[in-house]
């Protein structure tokens, strides 16, 4: 079967057939959809197979005048969605033909072979009961989640201005991390009234109601994204984040959702996921430069 093939500018591309595909299809996750593109990155344009049944988020900047793909904070995994394949040696052509060198985000069902760096991801099934996903959590969680509950803590929901508050308050205990500028964005995103179906926010609060603890998550039709954690050093102590992601899990199972932990490979979130008996999905990214300069000039940019 011939397909065509075209590169759209992100004003040129039809947001609801492009928004369809990613609906419709397993792997389309909430960073492909087109409002969340808007709201996060400098610049995105779309390989757009026949009438949108297959597209593929090219996301990227320029800096001294050389066209490179980037990553996104709060975006992990773009790649094809569709039901139409794309050869592999011709999506190549086109993913090295639009820029020079960059870092390429792929999905958890695309297997082509020049993928070159794996991550991880670590997820939870909800479509059981709590009882269910409780008796799976490790022991020491379980005990984590007792203390907090000894302690008084309770959860409630949260607004935006609290998340500002958490920021602002606890500037000197929180890493680089939360220095992002990607935060701005993705608070600015929720914030508009039109995307307040696709978000909530819980916090854990002490008896004084003082927030220990606070998350953003995004949610579509298949996931609820973890997308946002902020805890007090105070929280830390008292195992409020514990508390929180088992308020959640607790809300919404039964559910056909998944709760997506967003990540990760770095030892310390890895352990805290795998305390809840979390799944694991192998995703990848394309890195690659088409001269050796690149892969230089790509440190400074």
């Known amino acids: 079967m011939s397909i065509s093939i075209k590169i759209l500018s992100s004003k040129d591309i039809d947001k609801d057939k492009w928004d369809a595909c990613v609906v419709r299809n397993e792997n389309g996750l909430i960073y492909a959809r087109s409002f969340y593109l808007d709201a996060m990155t400098e610049h995105w344009d779309g390989l757009v197979v026949n009438d949108y049944e297959t597209v593929m988020p090219f ?4 800096k001294f005048g050389v066209k490179y793909f980037c990553g996104v904070s709060f975006i992990q995994q773009l790649g094809v969605i569709g039901i139409v394949a794309i050869p592999e040696e011709i999506l190549l052509k086109y993913i090295r033909s639009f820029a020079w060198c960059g870092d390429v985000a792929f999905n958890f069902k695309n297997g082509y072979c020049f993928l070159n760096v794996r991550r991880t991801n670590q997820f939870l099934l909800l479509n059981n009961g709590y009882q269910s996903v409780y008796d799976k959590y490790k022991d020491s ?11 008084n803590l309770r959860v409630s929901d949260g607004i935006v201005e609290d998340i500002k508050r958490m920021l602002a308050e606890n500037t000197n205990d929180l890493g680089d991390y939360y220095k992002n500028d990607k935060i701005a964005a993705l608070l600015e995103l929720v914030s508009a009234e039109s995307n307040f179906q696709y978000y909530f926010i819980r916090k854990v609060v002490d008896e004084s109601n ?3 603890s606070i998350a953003l998550f995004m949610k579509d039709e298949k996931r609820i994204y973890n ?35 967003q990540g990760s490979d770095m030892s310390g979130i890895k352990t805290f996921n795998s305390k ?11 890195k690659y430069a088409r001269h050796p300069f690149f892969s230089i000039l790509k440190r400074f940019i």
Do not use: H, Q
């Not at 969680?141 to 302690?151: G, V």
């Open 141 to 151: 969680l379980k005990r984590n989640i007792k203390k907090a509950i000894k302690n």
């Open 59 to 62: 996301v990227w900047k320029r």
């Open 276 to 286: 809840f008996s979390s799944n694991e999905e192998t995703y990848f990214i394309y």
């Open 210 to 212: 003082k927030i220990l």
């Open 227 to 261: 997308t946002l954690l902020i805890t007090s050093e105070i929280g830390r102590k008292l195992c409020s984040m514990p508390l929180l992601i088992d308020s959640v899990l607790n809300e919404y199972s039964g559910t056909n959702l998944i709760f997506d932990f």
